[in-house]
Nanobody, 123 residues
Framework: QVQLVESGGGLVQAGGSLRLSCAASGRTFSSYAMGWFRQGPGKEREFVAGISCGGMNTFYADSMKGRFTISRDNAKNTVYLQMSSLKPEDTAVYYC????????????????WGQGTQVNVSS
């Protein structure tokens, strides 16, 4: 029933920008937190950013603060991740997630995951 489809990944040079989108379907997600995680080669999946149900609260991993911005459009059931000043270490598969509560700050609170979109940042 629940589908999360990421898009917008690709190859970008260091210092460039990219905007990821995640379209949710099968349910209305306006009551739930959504977020982004990523997994680089040989690394554990890590938290990138999260946003509360109404968009009033946002959370970022330290390495992403000031560079990444998460936002959502509940009318479209879509969450975005605007990435700027990209670095080679940002190379990873980025996953969209949705929780079953308004605010979620850990991976165990997220119930559904998208298929991921690949982001490659060249030096």
């Amino acid at each position: 029933q629940v589908q999360l489809v990421e898009s917008g990944g690709g190859l970008v040079q260091a210092g460039g920008s990219l905007r990821l989108s995640c379209a949710a379907s099968g349910r209305t997600f306006s009551s739930y937190a959504m977020g982004w995680f990523r997994q680089g080669p040989g690394k554990e999946r890590e938290f990138v950013a999260g946003i509360s149900c109404g968009g009033m609260n946002t959370f970022y991993a330290d390495s992403m603060k000031g560079r990444f911005t998460i936002s959502r459009d509940n009318a479209k059931n879509t969450v975005y991740l605007q990435m700027s000043s990209l670095k080679p270490e940002d190379t990873a598969v980025y996953y969209c997630t949705v929780a079953l509560r308004c605010i979620a700050q850990s991976s165990r609170e997220y119930a559904y995951w998208g298929q991921g979109t690949q982001v490659n940042v060249s030096s």
